[in-house]
């Protein structure tokens, strides 16, 4: 079944150092996103890539990077100048237009400092 | 800028009780919206989806919503709440005319209580 793996479920960062979230999908959809969610503040877009080899910031992409190499593969580096990374963190991509317009999610990671 | 927003961080009815969470959303072109569904330390999933076809739009496990243009709104109604329904709720609407094409503004959510 086609869908987007999102891995690890759980991570843990100590303070200081940079985690990479993955994010595969073989939906063979040209744009996805990374998203943060916390607790009564609703999903905030951190990074986009609409093609292979570009990508866009969101709203909140200080302390994130990212990379677009292949089209399955988005992966998200938080770095040590992200203050506040503990969050839960979603990858999507979008495909189709019209009444097939839409996004699929993977199943998320959550990420806590320690 | 479109943006979202969802009357009511917490919406508590009973089992069987008519659901009705709320959604208005500003945008200055026809846009795309969507509801998802979110259980705990899950990813979100699909309810239904307005895109400019039907404005009373039918989706999973019985929900509806339907496009208001005149009032900006696209609130989720369900006829008989389930306590399987208890879950956090998301309206979002597609930006698909600005400089982030084709990403999805979210609202804060609403988390719905069933109670039996």
């Known amino acids: 079944d086609g869908g987007i793996t999102q891995s690890p479920k759980y991570l843990f960062r100590k303070e200081g150092q940079n985690v990479t979230l993955s994010c595969e999908q073989n939906l063979n959809h040209d744009a996805m996103y990374w998203y943060r969610q916390d607790p009564g503040q609703g999903l905030r877009l951190i990074y986009y890539?609409?093609?292979?080899?570009?990508?866009q910031k969101g709203d909140i992409a200080e302390g994130y990077s990212v990379s677009r190499e292949k089209k399955e593969s988005f992966p998200l580096t938080v770095t040590s100048a992200q203050k506040n990374p503990t969050a839960f963190y979603l990858c999507a991509s979008m495909a189709g237009t019209g009444a097939n317009y839409g996004y699929t999610f993977g199943s998320g990671t959550r990420l806590t400092v320690v | 800028a479109q943006s979202v927003t969802q009357l009511g961080s917490h919406v508590s009815v009973s089992e069987g009780a008519l659901v009705l969470l709320r959604c208005n959303y500003s945008s200055s072109v026809p846009p795309y919206l969507f509801w998802y569904v979110q259980y705990p330390n899950q990813g979100l999933q699909l309810l239904l989806k307005y895109t400019s076809a039907a404005t009373l739009v039918k989706g999973i496990n019985g929900f509806e919503a339907e496009f208001k243009k005149s009032e900006t709104s696209f609130h989720l109604t369900k006829p008989s709440a389930h306590m399987s329904d208890a879950a956090e709720y998301f309206c979002a609407v597609s930006d698909r005319y600005g400089g982030s094409q084709g990403n999805l503004i979210f609202g804060k959510g609403t988390k719905l209580s069933v109670k039996p």
């Open positions: 890539s609409q093609i292979v080899n570009d990508f």
